[in-house]
Nanobody
Framework: QVQLVESGGGLVQAGGSLRLSCAAS????????MGWYRQAPGKQRELVAS???????NYADSVKGRFTISRDSAKNPAYLQMNSLKPEDTGVYYC?????????WGQGTQVTVSS
């Protein structure tokens, strides 16, 4: 089993920055993919960014150039640095770890961007 805990959400004005963290514990494999997802009220959960065990990254078009996903290794915490935040970035942000064919989700952290 794997447990994920997110932190770092909050309220920020448009144009501001936040840094989210996702710490994994339990049986974490050295081969995994970590992803950040968000869900706005009334909308489906969507992928924001992901990073593989080898460090390859992928971003949603809406956040390219503003958000950066990072981690030192597959077993270290993952971060999502969010700059130039917009009101449309508001939502609950979840991290997801995928390994050995299973997905593990965190409990989510609220990000609210005021205009």
């Amino acid at each position: 089993q794997v447990q994920l805990v997110e932190s770092g959400g909050g309220l920020v004005q448009a144009g501001g920055s936040l840094r989210l963290s996702c710490a994994a514990s339990g049986s974490v494999s050295s081969i995994n993919t970590m992803g950040w997802y968000r869900q706005a009220p009334g909308k489906q959960r969507e992928l924001v960014a992901s990073i593989t065990f080898s460090g390859s990254t992928n971003y949603a078009d809406s956040v390219k150039g503003r958000f950066t996903i990072s981690r030192d290794s597959a077993k270290n915490p993952a971060y999502l640095q969010m700059n130039s935040l917009k009101p449309e970035d508001t939502g609950v942000y979840y991290c997801k770890l995928t390994q050995r064919g299973f997905d593990y989700w965190g409990q989510g952290t609220q990000v609210t961007v005021s205009s």
